[in-house]
């Protein structure tokens, strides 16, 4: 039996990979309906929810993208801790 070593996951990264899990689950829950259901409403709420959840991690949960509110300001400068809220 082969054992590989496995580094240890800080916190944060542990907790991003949990938000992009549940994203994942968010998306295919969404669409899942779009299956079996070929109505205009159900194929635009699937795609409007989709799209959303590619912004929340690609722009909003990134820490290099300038353009996160949660990690920089309207000016795009880095938030420091004592003006995090």
Do not use: C, H
């Not at 929810?49 to 000016?75: C, E, H, M, P, Q």
Request: proline share 2%; net charge positive.
């Amino acid at each position: 039996m082969i054992f590989m070593k496995t580094k240890k996951v800080s916190r944060e990264e542990e907790a991003r990979r949990k938000r992009v899990l549940y994203w994942t689950i968010f998306v295919i829950a969404i669409n899942i309906p779009q299956l079996f259901f070929k109505n205009i409403f159900i194929e635009g709420f699937a795609m409007i929810g989709t799209i959303y959840a590619l912004y929340r991690l690609v722009v909003f949960d990134n820490k290099k993208n300038r353009l996160s509110r949660k990690y920089y300001d309207w000016k795009g400068r880095p938030l420091d801790a004592k003006n995090k809220n």
